[in-house]
């Protein structure tokens, strides 16, 4: 810094002697003042006293310079040391803002790394999703190709059921005519029997009297024994025959009623009910199935899916919930605001299925539903997946 101050003085001393001559020639020469005469010495007097005056002049000017370059000299320090102090402070701000700097590069990778981290994280949760997804899929299509198929074995087993029921009324009918003649027949030996018992008696009785009168004493207690014995037999006999003509009785009653058309299926009562849409956040009240399949008797409301018993009599009620996706859901059977049985479908896997029957006696007007008990949320399908069903036997 110091050598460049110093060359730059010199080229300004430099600068301003030659200014400083050309000055004194321009003052001479326009300002017309009068050199200072000296005596006449001659022309080497005259150059030596003219060297004089130049010399003085020159002195004079690089006094002024010497002095103005001292004070740009000092400026220029002053100016040099702001710049030395702002170098300073920006070389300090510079090292804190570099500091700062490789903080924040630090932070910046360690929060890059986490990310990586957390990206793998998530790569592999979704990798595991992937798979879950794909195993739920073919665990559905699975579903679906075992519903199909159930489906085709019910409409079979329908067919073959009702032709099975048919040879089995006409069946029921040839032994019932059978059993009315075999019946007819034991009534016939039964009336035998009533003629025949108190003859054998009364005769057993005359017996007994005559051994009575012939025998010692211990004799007697031994034929009152007997007799004991034999009137006990004939009160059982007796039972046995009231019991024998009230089936007798119930009989011909079953056989008037087949012959008269009195259980005719097409009055008897049932219902098969199911909902084509689930509801993932049902949880409370009756579960009303709007689709309805069969209602022999017209029992079952789907406004308000409640069934309403139309006459007295046994009832078997079913129900099958099935779950939405992992959910865990508990339905009852509800007899007139009493639960009797509870379905549970537990949400371990997805669309987990939970059935329960019910054998109930009702009288007619009596009231039955499906209703909410805990968990929440039920699946279904075009096909109904959750149903109700219920007949009178």
């Known amino acids: 810094m110091f050598p460049l101050v110093t060359a730059f003085c010199i080229s300004i001393c430099l600068i301003n002697l030659t200014i400083a001559e050309s000055g004194i020639s321009n003052t001479t020469e326009n300002t017309g003042i009068e050199e200072p005469k000296l005596p006449q010495l001659g022309t080497d007097s005259v150059v030596l006293r003219q060297l004089l005056n130049q010399e003085t002049l020159i002195r004079m000017s690089m006094t002024k310079n010497v002095h103005a370059m001292m004070k740009d000299m000092?400026?220029?320090?002053?100016?040099?040391?702001?710049?030395?102090?702002?170098?300073?402070?920006?070389?300090?701000t510079a090292r804190d803002e570099r500091v700062k700097m490789e903080k924040e590069t630090e932070t910046l990778k360690d929060?890059?790394?986490?990310?990586?981290?957390?990206?793998?994280?998530?790569?592999?949760?979704?990798?595991?999703q992937n798979a879950t997804d794909f195993?739920?899929?073919?665990?559905?299509?699975?579903?679906?190709?075992?519903?199909?198929?159930?489906?085709?074995?019910l409409w079979t087993g329908q067919e073959k059921f009702e032709r099975n029921a048919s040879e089995i009324l006409s069946?029921?009918?040839?032994?019932?005519?059978?059993?009315?003649?075999?019946?007819?027949?034991?009534?016939?030996?039964?009336?035998?029997?009533?003629?025949?018992?108190?003859?054998?008696?009364?005769n057993k009785y005359h017996v007994l009297s005559e051994m009575i009168a012939n025998v010692s004493t211990s004799l007697l207690e031994e034929t009152n024994r007997s007799l004991s014995n034999i009137k006990t037999d004939l009160s059982e006999t007796q039972l046995d025959q009231l019991k024998l003509s009230a089936a007798v009785l119930?009989?011909?009653?079953f056989r008037n009623n087949i012959s008269s058309g009195g259980f005719d299926v097409s009055e008897r009562i049932g219902f098969t009910?199911?909902?084509?849409?689930?509801?993932?956040?049902?949880?409370?009240?009756?579960?009303?199935?709007?689709?309805?399949?069969?209602?022999?008797?017209?029992?079952?409301?789907?406004?308000?899916?409640?069934?309403?018993?139309?006459?007295?009599?046994?009832?078997?009620?079913?129900?099958?919930?099935?779950?939405?996706?992992?959910n865990t859901i508990n339905v009852d059977i509800v007899h007139d605001r009493i639960s009797k049985v509870r379905a549970h479908a537990y949400g371990s896997t997805s669309h987990q299925t939970g059935t329960n029957m019910a054998v109930l006696t009702l009288k007619r007007g009596d009231?039955?539903?499906?209703?909410?008990?805990?968990?929440?949320?039920?699946y279904s399908d075009s096909v109904p997946v959750t149903t109700f069903s219920g007949f009178m036997i």
């Open 273 to 326: 009910v199911g909902t084509t849409s689930d509801n993932r956040y049902w949880g409370s009240g009756k579960l009303v199935f709007s689709s309805v399949l069969f209602n022999q008797g017209q029992g079952y409301d789907a406004s308000s899916g409640i069934f309403t018993a139309p006459s007295d009599g046994t009832y078997v009620f079913y129900v099958t919930i099935t779950a939405y996706s992992s």
């Open 74 to 92: 000092v400026s220029l320090k002053e100016t040099v040391l702001s710049l030395q102090s702002d170098m300073s402070t920006a070389k300090q």
């Open 171 to 202: 069946d029921l009918k040839i032994q019932i005519r059978v059993l009315s003649m075999s019946l007819m027949e034991l009534n016939k030996h039964a009336q035998e029997i009533d003629k025949t018992v108190p003859e054998l008696i009364e």
């Open 250 to 253: 119930s009989l011909e009653w």
């Open 135 to 153: 195993r739920i899929l073919a665990e559905l299509e699975k579903s679906s190709e075992d519903r199909k198929r159930l489906e085709k074995d």
């Open 111 to 128: 929060e890059i790394q986490k990310l990586k981290e957390r990206n793998e994280v998530l790569e592999k949760r979704l990798s595991a």
């Open 367 to 378: 009231k039955v539903w499906v209703q909410f008990a805990s968990g929440g949320g039920y």
